[in-house]
């Protein structure tokens, strides 16, 4: 955690003049001077607060696995502790008599099949002709009515589509380019922020955030002119062929020949489709130079995080400054990618409208027509009505609907003798081995993965630091077997009721690892650090510095070599500085309390070091 800069060398400043007037009273004669006051400056800083969990990383969740019938289990292809992959067999149950039920099924569908064949024999040609000619033409109704149905969604899908997201392509290219302007700002701040000092590191990060700059200058000059001037062809032609789109609809709308509109409509498309390619292609020299850029930001977070410089504390807000820029450049790189995937999205709607309205529309339409005149035929050629069908033939059909059911069930469970895992895990326990009979409803599960996908870190809280904590905190993690590297997570749980541990209520908590280290082994020990507030650039003051009388906190200010009390507004603070909000200003100098010895039987009452508001 950054202090205060300025805050510890003030402090040492006043211990040095409290020697030096000790020295000078002991030389003119031993005469006893009053103890010089320690003091500290408002100064600038971060302050970051943060609630502690230990705990250990498990994984983030089991899966029981269960056969879909009750079984026998024939083969066991895992062993306990064994690390699985999805869709990996693990074990086979005994098929000898699923196999048997399904061979009974088919016998009875067989049978189902001949009985059904004889009813329907008994029915006279003539009825036979006239059912199956009353099937196929109103199949070829229905076929053919479905297709202009089908047709017309299809088309006014398509419309909807070009419409919304053709409209949407000027302001995500104009968002796209206005957000070089703020990933310079942020890398300007991280190469301020390293000017302090200089090392090696140093000079090397910055001479590659210079090289990012200078990337981004030129994908700034193009974006702003040839993406700009593409962009413009776009929405013209863009344009162009929704005026065409609107003249064929009106065409089928009042019913008049819309062979004019579809001659206009493909004359623009022709424009249209040439301002897409140049658009796409001119997408992709921004992109690309944003991704060079994007290399030399992660050479200078390397070259920041050296084993001699990633302890180096002033460079903390210069590492911080590098994380917020390579995610507005992971945002940039996503916005130009779904600007494409829109364009091709786009080009999968016009290629439907350009069916429907060079041909397919129109024969759909004719198509219905003759399908109805051929019904019609079809079915006055036909002199017999089937008024009933024989009651015979409908049990026979149930019959045979039920036999087939029969059949696929009995498949079914022959397919799923096989089990296999659900997800990646590492196997926690087999409840059954080969030999033992199964159950598809074992609460426990035949076989249950660990989910090693996915890991977090589980630990409790008191009752003082539940209540600052709520789903979706950011946090870092440290395991100590893993070294320094540090994860960054979530936390996903909170138990709602306390647990009582050697009298004392706690909370267990969960913070999901978003990418754990490969390392990461589960029941490893670690520490998560959740993020409750943070403050860049404020004033603080160390937390000795604050006094609490009676419910009032303050600071003691040197005013002309005299200390006087100051009403200040405190803000958020962590275990060595306290944020001051107002009643301070940056250089003022504050009192700090005397050591123990010289400060007894003095300041009775007032409680020196009040750091951190209510309730931190």
Known sequence: MKKGRGTMANVGRGLALALIGAFVAAACGGAQE????????????SVTQTVAVSGSVNSAGTVKLNPATNGKVAQLFVAVGQQVTTGQPLAKLDTTDLQAALTTALNNLAAAQTNYDKAVSGVSDAQNNLTQTQISAANDIATSQSALTKLK????????????????????????????????IQLQ????????????????????????????????????????????????ARDTLAAAVTSFDAALASGSDPAGASGSYQSALSAYTGAVSRLSAALD?????????????????????????????????????????????????QLSGAVKARITQIGSSVTTMTDAITGSYVNAVQNIAGAQVRAAQSIQSAQTAVNNQPSNVQSAQNSLANAQTNVSTAQTNLDNASIKATVTGVVVSISSQPGENVSSASAAGFIVLANTGSMALHGTVGEADVVKLKLGQVATIAVDAVGTAKMTGKV???DPVATIASGVPVYGIDVTIDLPNALVKPGMSGTAQVILASRPNTLTVPNLAVKTQT??????????????????????????VTEVLTGAEEGDVVVLPQPRAAASGANRGVQI?????PGR
Request: aromatic share 4%.
């Open 285 to 333: 020299a921004p992109t690309a130079a944003i991704s060079t850029a994007q290399g030399s930001v992660t050479s200078a977070q390397q070259s920041i995080n050296t084993v001699s410089s990633r302890s180096v504390g002033y460079l903390d807000q210069a590492r911080a400054d590098l994380v917020g820029l390579q995610s507005q450049i992971t945002t940039e790189t």
């Open 609 to 613: 070091g009040g750091g951190g508001p």
């Open 189 to 236: 701040q991280a190469i301020n922020d390293m000017s302090q000092r200089s090392s090696p590191d140093v000079t090397a990060a910055r001479s590659s955030l210079v090289s990012a700059d200078t990337t981004l200058v030129n994908a700034q000059s193009y974006a702003n002119t040839q993406l700009t001037a593409t962009l413009n062809d776009f929405a013209s």
């Open 492 to 494: 996903t749980s909170l």
């Open 551 to 576: 419910g009032r906190r303050y600071l003691t200010v040197m005013k002309d070599g005299q200390q006087v009390d100051a009403d200040v507004t405190f803000g958020i603070s962590n275990d060595t």
């Open 34 to 45: 009053a103890p010089v006051v320690r003091t500290a400056q408002v100064t600038r800083g």
């Open 153 to 184: 969604a299809n088309y006014a899908s398509a419309e909807s589509t070009f419409t919304n997201l053709s409209t949407s392509i000027r302001p995500d290219v104009t968002a796209f380019t206005s957000s070089i302007d703020g990933m310079r």
